[in-house]
Structures are given as C-alpha cells and as structure tokens.
C-alpha cells in the first residue's frame, strides 16, 4: 500500500477515501451571511485583539495595526544615525518606481511607453515579489454570462462592503484590457483550440472568470513583464532599497534614499513622481503565522509613506490563505493554490467530512480550517501543528487521469519533491498567511491624497479589496493599478517642479516618537526578516 | 535529541538538523541570506544551487528552498550567472524560425551531451526544447519550457554556452502572442467596455443603497 504519511494520518486518510464517493455526490452547502459572520468572529486570526497593538504616531493614531507592524512604525529611520547628503544627486529621473514586481513592473512599462524616463529601484532582484508566486489565476469579466457589475458585486462583498468603490469600479472596468495587454506582451493564457478562455470559479466568485497559465500564472506574467521591462531598456537598479522618501518644501516627494543592500552605501534619488509598489508583509508573521510570500515582503513601503504622511487604510486586515502547506515541514506555509479546489478537491476533516464549501471566500475558508482544528477534527501532525486534507484524488476522479499534471504542475512538482503523491493521497492544508488587504491610501487615480506626487500600486495599496481580497484579484490589481499609475505618473510629471529637497518628515516622525515615549530599539524598514540564527553556544 | 547532518557551505563544516532545506540549514548556521534567496517556495529561481555528497561523483543542480541536507554535502549557491538575453521589439518579430536563428544563434552549436537536462531543477526536457527551438517549432518549445522558473543552472552546465531559459521565453512570448489563437471573446468585451456598454449599469450598481448592495449579493446566482 502506498503510505507517504506517517501512521495516524493514514488511518484518516482511510475515512477521507471511505467517504469519498458520498461527498462527490454532493455539494457542500453555501454558509449564509449570518453563518459567515459567526464563524469569522469566532476563528479568524483578524478578530484576535491579543495580536494588535494601537498606533501611537503619525496620520492613524488611535487605530490598531497588528504587533509586528506598529513596532516597524514606531521604529525610527536609519537615517537619524547614517546621515546621508541629499544634495548629491546620484540618480535624477522623472518617474521613480520602488518596487520590481508586478505592480512596479507594469507601472514602469506604461510610463516608458508614455515617453517618460522611468526608473526600478528594488530591494532583491526584479521579479522577486509575490506576483512570481501567484498560482492560481486572474479575474477578469470577459464571458457572456459575466460583465463587470457582476465582476464589481463579488469583488465588493467578498471584501464586506468596505472597499473603496471607485478602486473596485476601475479594477474590474479595465480588468479585460488587462488580461488583452498581458496576451500582447506574450503571456500564454491556458484557452481552448478556438482561442476561448479557460475559466474557472474562485472562492467568492459567482461567474467562472479565473484565467490562468496553469498554476504558474503569476509566473508567467512576472517573467514577461521582467523580459518586457528588459527590452525597453528601463533601467533597474537590484538589491537596493529605498529605506526613506525625500520631501521638498512644497510638500511634494522629491525623491528616495536608497541603500545598497550588498555594499551598505547610500545613493539619493531624485524623481518628480515617486511610485510605491514595495508589495506585501507575509514576512512580517503577523500572528505568528507561516507565510506564502517572497523573502522580502516586509511592508517597507508602508513605512516610508506613512513617515512622510500618507495614512493607512485597513492596515489591520489582514488575509489568511485557507490551505496552506502544513507538512511535511520543508514546505510549512508554502502557497497550496486555491486552484485545486477550483479544479474540484474538498476541504475534508480528520473523520472523512466535508464540512464547508470549498469555494467560500478566504476568510471565511481560513475560519473554518482553524475551527476544525481548535475544535479536535484535524489531523495531528509532528511538532504539534494540525491540519485538514484537502482532497486532491478527486480532482482526477472529476477531470480524468492527467488533470493534476495538467492543470497544477506546480503543486504536484512540489509534493513530489517530499514523495507525496497528490493523484493518489490527499494533502495536508492550514491556513498561511498570504495577503495584507489594506495598505497606503489611495484616490480612484491611484495617488495618495496628501502628497500630490505620490502614487502607490499593488499590494501597498489599500482600499481596492476592502476587508478581504477574493483569488485572482491582486494579479488584476497588480496589473490594472501598476498600468494606471504608470500612466499617471508619466502625465503628472510634466506639472512638477521641485523644490529644496530635504529629510525634515523623517527628523519630525523621529521627535513625535520620542515625544510618545517610544523607543523599540529597531530601525525601520525592516527590508529582511530575522531568520539568521545566531548565538547558540549562549 | 534531533537527528542532526554534517554539510559544507563554500567548504566550511556545519552540523544542521537533518529535516532542514539547504535554504533553512544555511540560516540555522548563522548565514544572513541576501543573494541567492527569492520566494522561497520554488518560483523565482534566486536560489541556484550546486553540490557534490563526499565520496559520489556527481555533480547536482537544486534550488536551495526546494532541497532537504544530506550527510556530506559540499554547496555552493550560484546566485547570479550572466546568461546572456537578447532585447527585441516583440512587436517587430515574426514567429519562425529565423527569429532564432537571428537572436539566438548558439543554439545551434549544441552538442547534445543533456548536461542541460540533467541539471533541470524542474525536470524539464531542456535539450528537447532547444530542438524544438532549433526547428523553428515555437510551440512545442514553448509547452516544453513552460514550467521553466529560470533558474540558469542549465546555463551553467552547457558547453555551448547557451542561455537556455532566454530562448524558453523567447518562445513562449512568441506563442503567447501570435501563435496561440485569439480570444474574441475578450477583444469583444474590451471593444463593449470601451463603448460604455456598462457605464449606466456600473453607476447604478455604486449609486444603490448599502442594504440593497448587500441584498443583491447575498441573493446573487452563482454559476455551477
């Protein structure tokens, strides 16, 4: 008998496959919006007031923001101790994009196309982001059954009503001119022989309009846009980080510090449009929670616009993926795509049962993961941790032999590596943490409202997904916001003149901390996570 | 008492918990990654990695993120290696042969040894793909390609200096955008929402009441 798990898990394994056949005959009930908001309440990690802390300076004080993420605000700038001269201009462009992912990447290709001289600055190197590890696919209303309303009503309530419509209205409205766009640069969207689409359901979504490049969507539209951006001849300036905006006395941003992350030299940066699209904080563990995202995403951009005055918006909402890897332990946290249940696997407890919908919001998929765990129906894994199976034989059952290799590679090749055959045995799923739904405030042109210069782009954003983002809308809004603010900053430009560059918000955030009593001992941003371990003869 | 194995990062020894990643072992030994360390779930290919397990002659290609330790390894990361890209006007191509033949020359000169196969992190066909390039055959060597994550270490080991994963893009791109038939179905909608086809039913929509909002999503029909 063919046994990757350890013996417990197998004896489970055995009443996943026993009920097998039942569960297919069925679809797992959808919640009501009663049911959903109990089980949030009493399971998503959002709701847990222990892993918060109150913002105690700058525009949202008063307001909560998870633990790790108030301590990197109330942390002060590198530059209060390494002073850098501002008036040594190293680079002086017209639009300065920090960030090299999706959004940054996209953002520097439409504001090339629109005639301006655009720069990447970024931390790792191009394409190291969240957007190379998105698997699961792109929403864009591009069916007959499906228009953008219906697009924009899903969007909207799987986000609890709290996104900013006019961002929701400009995702979706521009969200098949995306998905044209992205098919022009070369990006092979999995289509029929006729050219149709291939599309699926997400959670949360009440049209099939998931596109995909099988489970290396983002993948495949991080490395052409990389190769794009190459092409152009856009430069790109790897392994720096910008670690502080520079202002003028207008109150306008003028610029960036950057930091070589190898060398530890500063450089100076002056543009006449600055935009943010630093991405995510997954390696931030909020919560103490694995995560799915790329080894930078620290929240950096956050910091630097927060401490030249741009407020946050929804910086305590936070996104959960339901199925995370949870064993074997090389992989804890590694993204397992909500694909597979798009493509027909359950989400299945210890005792065989199929006890929600699959395709759910996230959220809310997140909740009942936990509470079947907290509640003694997981399965108890080595080292304490617990999970539920996510049962991928019935993928295959349902699409016929060859559909996980088709259609989701990139998992099969992942369990594979561990001997894990996930056409024969289900997979062990908790949830990890993926996404930060809020982010720097933003208007319906992609600008922040208080620095007319400053535009923000991609995960740093916040607003478009309200209180929880559904699947395939950040490839979309990495895409649709990273083309806008392209576009707008290549046109603001034209209109700004710079004033004397200086560091006064940095020096006045520093003097509000002290004058709060703040003092954590770090520096922020963070740029890396711990993981170094040092000392251990200690 | 965790079981524990000897490896060799750039030679020196150190003594890791055997469950770890090459990735994890080298942090656990104290090492700061900044190269050669991306998404750290095997998409990004940042963290290129060669080794050799003492007394064994083989030299293995991994991701470090992707790769448990083993007793006796000696790694090395290969963080950056100048594959060599060559910038086009995608726009200006025409998808054949020549287009390879034109940017990507050396392709030509493969000797057939497989080293590039071998090496594969990802187990792709690598010389497969070239033939096909080779041939002019752009779709095939884009299907053959595409869970190619660009990791270089075929590029490292091909005597012909071939840049293999720049030629796997090439393709695809080219496929992607004129091989592959076109999606009327989206040029339609682009062409509608250009129009203002849904301009009066969007402001309607944002204009509702919260409650009604709220109604017509709880209530809404979704597709089977």
């Known amino acids: 008998m063919y046994a990757p798990y350890p013996e417990n898990m197998m004896e489970s394994i055995k009443k996943v496959e026993a009920t097998r056949a039942a569960r297919m005959a069925t679809e797992p009930r959808r919640l009501t919006a009663d049911e959903k908001d109990a089980l949030l309440k009493a399971f998503h990690p959002d709701y847990n007031d222990d892993s918060f802390a109150e913002i105690k300076v700058g525009p949202n004080k008063g307001q909560r923001a998870p633990i790790e993420l108030a301590e990197m605000l109330h942390s002060t700038s590198r530059l209060m101790t390494d002073k850098v001269d501002i008036s040594k201009i190293d680079y002086d462009v017209d639009v300065l994009v920090i960030g090299g992912g999706g959004a940054g990447s996209s953002c520097a290709i439409e504001a090339h196309n629109a005639g301006a001289n655009v720069m990447i600055v970024t931390k790792l190197r191009i394409g190291d982001a969240n957007t190379m590890m998105a698997e699961g696919g792109i929403q864009a209303a591009d069916k007959e059954n499906d228009s953008p309303v219906q697009h924009y009503l899903d969007c909207f309530g799987g986000g609890h009503f709290a996104a900013r419509p006019e961002l929701v209205k400009r995702l979706v409205t521009e969200a098949p001119d995306a998905i044209k766009w992205l098919n022009e640069l070369g990006v092979e969207f999995d289509k029929e022989l006729d050219g149709t689409m291939v599309t699926t359901h997400g959670g949360g979504t009440s049209r099939k309009r998931m596109h995909a490049a099988k489970d290396y969507s983002g993948a495949e539209i991080m490395r052409t846009l990389r190769d794009e951006v190459i092409n152009l001849g856009i430069p790109v300036i790897e392994f720096t980080s910008a670690v502080e905006l520079i202002k003028d006395d207008k109150g306008q941003v003028a610029g960036a510090v950057l930091l070589n992350m190898e060398t530890g030299d500063y450089a100076v940066a002056k543009a006449k449009t600055v935009v943010i699209a630093t991405g995510g904080a997954g390696r931030m563990h909020y919560n103490g929670f694995p995560t799915s995202n790329h080894y930078g995403a620290t929240a950096d951009g956050l910091i630097l616009g927060y401490r030249a005055g741009a407020p946050l918006l929804y910086q305590d909402s936070i996104q959960y993926h339901p199925t995370g890897a949870v064993y074997p332990s090389q992989i804890l946290g590694a993204l397992v795509t909500e694909k597979v249940r798009s493509v027909g696997a359950q989400l299945v407890n210890a005792n065989g049962e199929a006890y929600i919908h699959p395709l759910e919001t996230r959220d809310v998929n997140a909740s009942g993961v936990i509470r079947e765990c907290r509640e003694g129906r997981g399965v108890d894994i080595p080292g304490g941790l617990k999970g539920v199976w996510l049962d991928t034989p019935m993928i295959e059952i349902l699409g016929g032999a060859g559909t996980i290799e088709k259609r989701i590679p990139a998992m099969f090749r992942m369990y594979m590596n561990y001997g894990i055959d996930m056409r024969k045995v289900p997979i062990l799923i908790y949830p990890t943490l993926h996404y930060q739904n809020g982010g720097l405030e933003i208007n319906g042109d992609g600008f922040t409202n208080v620095i007319p210069n400053l535009l923000v782009a991609g995960e740093a954003a916040g607003g478009i997904h309200g209180t929880n983002r559904l699947m395939g809308n950040s490839l979309l809004d990495v895409i649709v916001f990273g083309r806008n603010a392209g576009k707008k900053a290549a046109a603001k430009y034209k209109e700004v003149e710079i004033g004397n560059m200086n560091l006064d918000h940095v020096e006045a955030f520093d003097k509000e901390l002290k004058e709060a009593g703040l003092d954590t001992g770090e520096v922020s941003p963070k740029l890396l996570p711990k993981y170094a371990r040092h000392g251990r003869n200690v | ?224």
């Open chain 2, 1 to 224: 008492m965790e079981e524990m194995v000897n490896v060799y990062f750039y030679g020196k020894k150190y003594s890791v918990p055997a469950e770890l990643t090459i990735q994890t072992a080298m942090e656990y030994a104290g090492y700061t990654l900044k190269r050669g360390c991306g998404c750290r779930h095997g998409f990004c290919g940042a963290c290129t990695t060669i080794y050799r397990i003492k007394g064994k002659n083989e030299l293995k290609t991994c991701l470090a993120c992707q790769t448990k330790v083993e007793e006796g390894m000696y790694i090395t990361q290969i963080p950056y290696f100048p594959t060599d890209k060559r910038t086009y006007e995608v726009n200006d191509l025409q998808p054949g042969q020549k287009v390879m033949m034109e940017l990507y020359p050396e392709i030509y000169s493969c000797i057939g040894c497989n080293a590039c196969t071998k090496a594969c992190t990802q187990s792709l066909s690598v010389m497969q793909y070239i033939a096909y390039a080779q041939r002019g055959d752009l779709q095939k060597c884009a299907e053959e390609s595409f869970d190619c994550i660009m990791c270089g270490c075929c590029s490292v080991r091909c005597p012909a200096g071939i840049s293999h994963p720049m030629v796997g893009i090439l393709a695809r791109r080219l496929t992607g955008k004129y091989i592959a038939p076109e999606a009327k179905h989206l040029t339609k909608r682009v062409e509608e929402i250009n129009e203002g086809k849904f301009d009066e039913a969007m402001a309607d929509m944002m204009n509702k009441p919260i409650d009604e909002v709220k109604e017509l999503y709880n209530t809404r029909e979704i597709e089977k």
